[in-house]
C-alpha cells in the first residue's frame, strides 16, 4: 500500500490500554486509508509483542530486530486485507510466526538440525533436590532476581533452533502440535521429541539455578 | 526417567509416551483423556513418573513467566526509519505499550 510520509501529530496515543473492538476497527480503516498516525499506533502498540516473539524464535537481538521489521513491513503491506475476523493483535502475531519460521528456513535449508538431535539431554545432571522441594515452593520464587530471570531468558536462546521453537509455539505461544507439525514440517512425534528435550533442557537450568541458590 | 520400574500394572514408559499430553492436562489446556486419566492415577502413585511430570510442568509454568523485554530505543529508531513513520515527539515509553 501507499502511504505518504509520516509528520509529526499533536495527540499521542495512549497505548497503554487496550482498545476496545469497536475502537480498534475504526484504527485499522485510518491504517488501510494510509493515516500515518494510525500506522504509527499499530506500530507501538504491537511491537513489544512481535519483538519478543522474534527474540525467542529468532535467538538475537539482531534476528528479533529482522524479524520485528520484516513483520511491519508485510503488515503494512496487508493491512488492506484485514477483514477484522480476529483481533489485530493476534493477526500480527501470526505474521510475525511466519516471518519468524521463514526466516529459520531459509537460513538453514530445511527445518531440521541433524547434528543437533544426536546430542542427549542430560538428564542425569538433574538436580532432585528441586523435585524435593517442589510441592512447598512456589517455582516462581527461583525467578526473582533479575540475574535469573536473564540467566533463564539466555537459557531459551541457546537451546538449538528446532528445540526452541518447538517450545516457543507449544508453550510459551500455546501453539497446538498440530499446527506446529504444519508449520514445521515435522510430524507429531518429531515435534513431541523436540518439545520434550527441550522442556528437559531447560528444567536442568532451572534446577541449577536452584542449586546455586542453595549456597547464596 | 531412565530406571523406571513398573509399580501398579502401568509400564511407566506409557506415562513417558503420553507425557506431552499429560502435560497439557497438569498445565490446565486440556481435559484429560481416558489414557490420561489412567496414566495420571499411575502418576500419583509412582514417585519416578510422579517427579518427572511434576517438575516438567512447573518448568513450563518458570518459563511461561519470565518477563518480557522492552524494545529498545535504537531499535525502534531503526524500525520507524525502516517504515517511513514519525515517532512522536513525546513517545511512549516502552512500559507504555500493551502486549496484545
Redesign the interface.
Known amino acids: 500500500m501507499e502511504y505518504s510520509k509520516a509528520q509529526p501529530s499533536d495527540e499521542l496515543p495512549d497505548t497503554k490500554e487496550p482498545l476496545p473492538a469497536a475502537e480498534e476497527q475504526e484504527l485499522v480503516k485510518r491504517a488501510q486509508s494510509g493515516d500515518n498516525d494510525a500506522l504509527t499506533e499499530i506500530v507501538l502498540r504491537n511491537q513489544r509483542n512481535v519483538y519478543n516473539l522474534g527474540l525467542r524464535l529468532g535467538g538475537s537481538k539482531e534476528e528479533a530486530e529482522c524479524i520485528l521489521q520484516e513483520t511491519f513491513l508485510k503488515v503494512f503491506e496487508k493491512i488492506g486485507e484485514f477483514r477484522a475476523e480476529s483481533r489485530l493483535g493476534t493477526w500480527i502475531h501470526r505474521i510475525a510466526t511466519n516471518v519468524a519460521l521463514m526466516r529459520i528456513r531459509s537460513k538453514k535449508g530445511k527445518y531440521f538440525v541433524p547434528i543437533e538431535e544426536q546430542v542427549s539431554d542430560d538428564e542425569e545432571g538433574f538436580d532432585m533436590r528441586f523435585i524435593a522441594r517442589s510441592d512447598d515452593r512456589d517455582p516462581l520464587e527461583v525467578t526473582l532476581s533479575e540475574e535469573r530471570k536473564v540467566r533463564l531468558q539466555q537459557a531459551i536462546l541457546s537451546l538449538p533452533e528446532h528445540l526452541r521453537t518447538a517450545f516457543v509455539l507449544k508453550d510459551l505461544e500455546a501453539f497446538s502440535l498440530a499446527d506446529i507439525s504444519d508449520r514445521t514440517g515435522k510430524s507429531i512425534p518429531a515435534v513431541k521429541a523436540d518439545l520434550h528435550r527441550a522442556r528437559v533442557r531447560l528444567r536442568k537450568e532451572l534446577a541449577d539455578l536452584v542449586g546455586e541458590g542453595e549456597n547464596v | ?2 530406571e523406571h520400574t513398573p509399580c501398579d500394572g502401568v509400564p511407566c514408559q506409557e506415562t513417558l509416551d503420553h ?2 499430553d499429560l ?1 497439557d492436562v497438569y498445565l490446565g ?1 486440556r481435559a484429560a483423556t481416558e489414557t490420561c486419566k489412567k496414566l495420571l492415577d499411575h502418576v500419583k502413585k509412582c514417585p519416578t513418573c510422579c ?1 518427572e511430570v ?3 510442568s ?15 530505543d535504537d ?2 529508531n ?3 526509519m ?11 515509553n ?1 512500559d ?5
Do not use: F, G, W
Open positions: 526417567m531412565s507425557l506431552c502435560l489446556k517427579a511434576e517438575t516438567l512447573k518448568t513450563v509454568e518458570v518459563y511461561r513467566h519470565i518477563p518480557e523485554e522492552d524494545v529498545p531499535v525502534q531503526r524500525l520507524m525502516a517504515l517511513h513513520l514519525h515517532i512522536p515527539e513525546v513517545a511512549p516502552n507504555q505499550q500493551q502486549q496484545v
